[in-house]
T-cell receptor
Framework: QKEVEQDPGPLSVPEGAIVSLNCTYSNSAFQYFMWYRQYSRKGPELLMYTYSSGNKEDGRFTAQVDKSSKYISLFIRDSQPSDSATYLCAMSGTNAGKSTFGDGTTLTVKP | DTAVSQTPKYLVTQMGNDKSIKCEQNLGHDTMYWYKQDSKKFLKIMFSYNNKELIINETVPNRFSPKSPDKAHLNLHINSLELGDSAVYFC????????????FGPGTRLLVL
């Protein structure tokens, strides 16, 4: 079983929809939780990170971490066609540089 | 100004050849990384260097050898290329104290025929 499981997708939503992207994990030592966005044929770009449990908001994006359930989510409000990309969750323990990634969820937002 | 750059962008080569990929960052970071992304988009860390010292060395065949001449550069040399080495290789950088915040390069697409 993989340490990090990500909802596989693909996901297709109309513009303006609220999108929920989710990952579960098995390693209780994970402390850092990251979300990356990767456009086609580009490098991953860090969207947000959270340390330990809780919520973090940045514009239309909200990251949630529930360590008791070993579950993390990224919510995108008022989704735009420019949000169409693959979203990768990543997690690490005390060595924040050694991240374990999910397989990615490809999102398409249709105008 | 490109923050993390990689050369070449594309690499097509025959099995058995040796090739190198270069990475440079101008962000003033002290830590650099190599990742491999397979055809299913799975991203896995291979190596990390901090100030020219190897600090992460995942289970990677000995044919892969990273080298960091200084903290702004990290190269990856691959010997005796195999079909399974075909992937996109990403370089990334961060401050070691902020390793959760990594900046990725554009990737090098390697195809081994």
């Amino acid at each position: 079983q993989k340490e990090v499981e990500q909802d596989p997708g693909p996901l297709s939503v109309p513009e303006g929809a609220i999108v929920s992207l989710n990952c579960t994990y098995s390693n209780s030592a994970f402390q850092y939780f990251m979300w990356y966005r990767q456009y086609s044929r580009k490098g991953p770009e860090l969207l947000m990170y959270t340390y330990s449990s809780g919520n973090k908001e940045d514009g239309r994006f909200t990251a949630q971490v529930d360590k008791s359930s070993k579950y993390i989510s990224l919510f995108i409000r008022d989704s735009q066609p420019s949000d169409s990309a693959t979203y990768l969750c990543a997690m690490s323990g005390t060595n924040a540089g050694k991240s374990t990634f999910g397989d990615g969820t490809t999102l398409t937002v249709k105008p | 100004d490109t923050a993390v750059s990689q050369t070449p962008k594309y690499l097509v080569t025959q099995m058995g050849n040796d090739k190198s990929i270069k990475c440079e960052q101008n962000l003033g970071h002290d830590t650099m990384y190599w990742y491999k992304q397979d055809s299913k988009k799975f991203l896995k860390i291979m190596f990390s260097y901090n100030n020219k010292e190897l600090i992460i060395n995942e289970t990677v065949p000995n044919r892969f050898s990273p080298k960091s001449p200084d903290k702004a550069h990290l190269n990856l040399h691959i010997n005796s290329l195999e079909l399974g080495d075909s992937a996109v290789y990403f370089c990334a950088s961060s401050q070691r104290s902020r390793a959760e915040t990594q900046y990725f390069g554009p990737g090098t697409r390697l195809l081994v025929l």
